[in-house]
């Protein structure tokens, strides 16, 4: 599997015109988060270094095909004093199978609070599940071998009264990534599709059904590392017609609040016969 670096490494075709690679994945269409990552690269590109980005809206039109490299398309929607505004096409075969809004702002002082975060097993007290191996090994390990990803035990989970699906995962980049504080955000956004869908079917484990990202949305609060530890709070707050609703927060080590992820996917039923 190609390193996060070269995922992240788009080649410049023109100007706001910039081509990320094809990697290798078990997947049978582009990983949504690779997507994502690279549209917001290809976005970070075409502003001043003193914006930053606080948040995007992604929808993922058709399915990738995996073995083709994705051009992307940057339009310069609006550059202001406090804040700027890009929309970003992704595209293979002459067609949109991606499209992404990126807000960025200029740091500004104001208010501050944030949610505490829950209480958890520390990422120690957890398995490596994937440092063991195997071929029976699940999948997403495989896949996402560079990441080091750890569940908290359902029995473990501090249950919310209401609150019909919570999912938690420790999850960090095993090797050191470089300094560059975008480089981190635009790492959090690849990471940021692994594993959220999913809390949607804990409460239906012998369901079979399709899934796949429909639209993702990202907010940046704080800065953070992605090759430290951080959690990912999961719900699932509504499924119903072939689609669930998925939310996300994500904390550093020490507690702070860093981003919060907004999806709804497809969970459409498979059929039997």
């Known amino acids: 599997m190609a390193k996060i670096e070269e995922i992240l490494e788009l080649e410049r075709l023109e100007k706001d015109?910039?081509?990320?690679?094809?990697?290798?994945?078990?997947?049978?269409?582009?990983?949504?988060?690779?997507?994502?990552?690279?549209?917001?690269?290809?976005?970070?590109?075409?502003?001043?270094?003193?914006?930053?980005?606080h948040s995007l809206h992604g929808y993922f039109l058709r399915p990738g095909n995996p073995v083709m490299p994705i051009v992307y398309l940057v339009d310069r929607v609006r550059d202001g004093r406090s804040f700027a505004t890009r929309r970003v096409t992704a595209v293979q075969d002459g067609q949109a199978i991606f499209t992404m809004s990126v807000s960025f702002h200029v740091f500004d002082d104001g208010i501050e609070h944030m949610d505490a975060m829950p209480d958890v097993p520390a990422p120690e007290e957890l398995p490596d599940v994937a440092s063991l191996g195997g071929a029976e090994l699940h999948w997403e390990f495989r896949e996402w071998a560079d990441w080091d990803l750890r569940y908290v035990p359902a029995d473990r989970i501090a249950r919310k009264p209401g609150v019909p699906v919570q999912q938690q995962v420790w999850f960090r980049s095993r090797e050191a990534l470089p300094d560059d504080p975008v480089f981190h955000i635009c790492t959090l956004a690849y990471m940021s599709d692994m594993t959220l869908l999913a809390s949607a079917s804990t409460i239906h484990p012998d369901t079979p059904i399709q899934s796949a990202s429909l639209d993702h949305a990202l907010w940046f609060?704080?800065?953070?590392?992605?090759?430290?530890?951080?959690?990912?709070?999961?719900?699932?707050?509504?499924?119903g017609f072939g689609r669930a609703l998925t939310e996300g927060r994500i904390f550093d080590r020490r507690g702070n609040l860093v981003a919060a992820v907004v999806q709804e996917g497809l969970t459409r039923l498979l059929r039997r016969d």
């Open 17 to 53: 015109i910039y081509r990320g690679i094809a990697t290798e994945t078990l997947l049978p269409r582009t990983f949504g988060g690779q997507v994502a990552g690279q549209a917001l690269v290809s976005a970070v590109r075409t502003v001043d270094e003193d914006f930053h980005v």
């Open 221 to 239: 609060m704080r800065p953070f590392r992605a090759d430290d530890w951080l959690l990912y709070d999961q719900t699932s707050p509504s499924a």
